[in-house]
């Protein structure tokens, strides 16, 4: 096998109680200590971590590492719970004056048939026609254009209070905060454009058969060498979905008589795959590493259920950086935990390869550790450089075993040739091989925007989750009537970003989302940043009592970061 089994294990217990909620290891700066063994708190009473740095090789101290997670005041979360009670209360008399024939009934509703079970269930349904119904403008908004700094959104309205929608025939340009372009790619036209042309007349759009079969061009082939050469490791593959990368390819690794350590706010692209695997899953606390390694320890010291023989193999799956919380795996102390209980890792950069590091190669890079260190580096190609797919890397035997019995490399199509050459320019132009420096310049812009904007929005009282460094930057509004509200009225302004409720987030932690792009120039954040404190005003949506962190933002880079042109 590719991860050999570790025979020499003690043995491991009972399935412990899964962990619930996000407080965990992320420790909530209003309850931590003034000093753990994570760690210590600064002066602003902010949790800091000490096992990172921003850009630099050496190891970093003291309030290098930084990530808030602020509790909101307990009046907030109170009216929060109560305003959800009040619209499910409404939701239910509506459903009872439909019933009965006095309020029409406009969705699909499942016919109950005698003797069979409902096919769907009953809560999402009454969810979707009576809360997400209502709100729904706010969500699949199409756009006419790229999904670069700026874009198109193409307007609509509802004549129904959200059952249908119809088209104005008028665009609204707006700034783009809720695309995951976080180096500017997906707006390139000098850059790349002329290249994915060129692929596109030679070899098509697309082969019409999986590698194994009569898909495998010597584009597919450059791509695997170039990924494998990005990430520092021995040999990658890559397949055409993002998704499929870990839902595919992780039963191919771990099987019945294995263990899954995961965290509890991985991706459900990675829950898919650990339960189609049918190996043991066990959850601990987000970045929890007390929690982790109290799991560990009993994994290896009580071995499998009833019959205490030891795991197969214990396999502990993470993220980079997580894409609802804006935090950033602990790798290090992870890596140390592998190394000491004998477990391999499986690393998911989705949101972080391209985006974190001084070379723009994720978090292994962020934190500085050897690639070898990881035993399975997967990522996907849908953020940072502006095309689809995803890669895994690795050794050359784990690469060899995931051809041969991966059902993403057996029975998917092969990548498109053009969206496999976007792929191949964006890395070497972060690699530098393009002979400019526009990679390097790219991936400094970005640190400096996330930076500039997380430190605002911090001073203008907003409560942030999240690492300073991370690009993904989650606004907290926590009322469920204040979730159409923003997304509507920053709309309204100029402003296009994402709202998430639940049950993609805790219940009373509904919030804005914004992904940073190396393409904002720092007019578009200021505008940004303004027209977000007047929606925080008009909405009452300041919680935070913290003072404000005092993490350095440094000077702005002279250089533009647009394809297209230079800035004046």
């Known amino acids: 096998m590719v991860l050999p089994k ?20 992320s420790e909530r ?49 109170i009216l929060t719970y109560l305003g959800y009670a009040l619209i499910i209360l409404v939701g239910h ?137 990005f990430l520092g490791v021995e040999e990658a593959i890559t397949v055409p979905m993002g998704f499929a990368t870990n839902s595919m390819n992780m039963p191919a690794l771990v099987s019945k008589g294995c263990l899954i350590l995961s965290d509890e706010l991985n991706h459900a692209s990675l829950i898919l795959g650990a339960r189609l695997s049918g190996a043991m899953i066990r959850v601990y606390k987000h970045n929890n590493m007390k929690d982790l390694e109290t799991k560990l320890r009993e994994a290896v010291c009580e071995g499998q259920p009833r019959t205490h023989r030891p795991w197969k ?55 500085g550790l050897d690639p070898r260190d990881i035993d399975i580096m997967m990522g996907t190609f849908t953020k940072s450089f ?45 690699m530098g091989q393009d002979g400019t420096h526009e990679g390097r310049k790219r991936i400094e812009q970005l640190k400096w925007n996330t930076r ?13 989750y999240g690492n300073k460094d991370s690009p993904v930057v989650p606004l907290l509004l926590y009322m469920p009537v204040k979730i159409a509200m923003f997304s509507r009225e920053s709309l309204k302004r100029g402003l296009g970003t994402v709202v998430v409720g639940f049950p993609a987030t805790p219940l009373i932690e509904a919030r804005a989302r914004f992904c940073i792009s190396a393409a904002h120039t720092k007019e578009m954040l200021d505008k940004a940043l303004d027209i977000i404190d007047e929606v925080g005003d008009l909405l009452k949506l300041k919680y935070s009592t913290m003072p404000v962190p005092d993490f350095q933002v440094g000077e702005e880079p002279f250089w533009s970061t647009n394809c297209q042109r230079p800035r004046d």
């Open 93 to 229: 008399i509506r459903d009872f004056l439909r019933h009965y024939g006095i309020e029409r009934v406009k969705s699909y509703t499942e016919p109950k048939l005698k003797g069979f079970v409902p096919l769907l269930s009953s809560w999402e349904s009454f969810y979707t026609r009576n809360l997400y119904r209502r709100i729904r403008d706010c969500w699949n908004r199409p756009i006419a254009s790229r999904p670069g700094a700026e874009f198109d959104i193409m307007e609509r309205v509802s004549p129904d209070f959200g059952w249908n929608f119809e088209f104005t025939g008028r665009n609204v340009k707006a700034l783009n905060f809720g695309s995951y372009n976080y180096l500017g790619f997906a707006d390139s036209q000098t850059l790349c454009g002329g290249q994915v042309e060129d692929v596109t007349r030679s070899y098509g759009v697309g082969v019409s058969a999986s590698r194994q079969e009569l898909g495998y061009l010597d584009i597919h082939r450059e791509l695997d060498r170039v990924t494998a050469e």
């Open 313 to 367: 193999k214990i396999l502990i799956v993470v993220e980079g950086v997580y894409s609802m919380e804006g935090s950033i795996v602990r790798l290090p102390e992870i890596v140390r935990l592998k190394k000491k209980y004998k477990a391999y890792i499986y690393l998911d950069e989705a949101h972080s390869i391209g985006a974190m590091g001084p070379n723009g190669k994720g978090v292994v890079d962020y934190f």
């Open 29 to 77: 700066a209003a309850a931590v200590p003034l000093k753990d063994r994570n760690g210590v708190v600064n002066r602003n009473g902010h949790h800091v971590r000490t096992n990172g740095h921003n850009g630099h090789s050496k190891q970093a101290g003291g309030d290098d590492f930084f990530e808030s997670f602020e509790d909101p005041p307990l009046a907030i979360a």
């Open 386 to 430: 502006g095309s689809c797919g995803g890669y895994i890397g690795g050794s050359r035997s784990l690469i060899q075993h995931l051809r041969a019995t991966s059902h993403s490399a057996i029975y998917s199509c092969a990548m498109s040739p053009p969206v496999t050459q976007q792929v191949i320019a964006t890395m070497r132009i972060i």
């Open 6 to 25: 570790r025979n020499g294990q003690p043995r491991c217990g009972e399935y412990p109680k899964m962990a619930s909620g996000v407080q965990g290891c």
């Open 452 to 464: 500039y904007f997380r430190k605002s929005l911090h001073e203008k009282g907003f409560i942030l």
